[in-house]
T-cell receptor
Framework: KAGVTQTPRYLIKTRGQQVTLSCSPI?????VSWYQQTPGQGLQFLFE???????NKGNFPGRFSGRQFSNSRSEMNVSTLELGDSALYLC????????????FGQGTRLTVV | GNSVTQMEGPVTLSEEAFLTINCTYT??????LFWYVQYPGEGLQLLLK?????DKGSNKGFEATYRKETTSFHLEKGSVQVSDSAVYFC??????????????FGSGTRLSIRP
């Protein structure tokens, strides 16, 4: 069974640009969550999508947005990139009928220069 | 709000030593508790979990017991190996009233094992 797949693995962007990251969950998982990991702030929850609807959101500015498609694949977008957005972005998927155990992808390493 | 506090690192041990990484939590309700491990350059892997009080999660020689009375979920291993070197995160699930869920993580503990 394939795990959570995130693309791309590495990305370098310039301040002010926008970026889109992609996440394909484990087959059958309909919940997808996104997390930002930085050395200073640790792991912080961005948002969760379930059946194409955002049902939980962390404390991030509106520049961070996401969406989920009918096949449960999810994308997150960051507009007007700032240097502080440099981080490892992790996606996690979970099964709707089981515990809240989440399975993580390998992450996308975003560097803003 | 809900939170997780785990012992500061880094922790350096010799191979075959006993490991304890302390973790305490603050939560309303009855969260599930997890330990995740992150190897260099990788995402997070679930190491073990416990879903109710007095449950013991175990995997790969690691154990942790859900202690509601002390709000703790300490990670232990009797004999560590060099391959256990990684960053360990204690976490809890924060399930909202709408069944939405998010995971709240501790700050992570970097573990290094000397041969």
């Amino acid at each position: 069974k394939a795990g959570v797949t995130q693309t791309p693995r590495y990305l370098i962007k310039t301040r002010g640009q926008q970026v889109t990251l992609s996440c394909s969950p484990i087959s059958g998982h309909r919940s997808v969550s996104w997390y930002q990991q930085t050395p200073g702030q640790g792991l912080q929850f961005l948002f969760e999508y379930f059946s194409e609807t955002q049902r939980n959101k962390g404390n991030f500015p509106g520049r961070f947005s996401g969406r989920q498609f009918s096949n449960s694949r999810s994308e997150m977008n960051v507009s007007t990139l700032e240097l502080g957005d440099s981080a490892l972005y992790l996606c996690a998927s979970s099964h709707p009928d089981r515990d809240t155990e989440a399975f993580f992808g390998q992450g996308t390493r975003l560097t803003v220069v | 709000g809900n939170s997780v506090t785990q012992m500061e690192g880094p922790v350096t041990l010799s191979e075959e030593a006993f490991l304890t990484i302390n973790c305490t939590y603050t939560a309303t309700g009855y969260p599930s508790l997890f330990w995740y491990v992150q190897y260099p350059g990788e995402g997070l892997q679930l190491l073990l979990k416990a879903t109710k009080a007095d449950d013991k999660g175990s995997n790969k020689g690691f154990e942790a017991t859900y202690r509601k009375e002390t709000t703790s979920f300490h990670l232990e291993k009797g004999s560590v190996q060099v391959s256990d070197s990684a960053v360990y995160f204690c976490a809890l699930s924060d399930r909202g009233g709408s069944s939405a869920s998010k995971i709240i993580f501790g700050s992570g503990t970097r573990l290094s094992i000397r041969p």
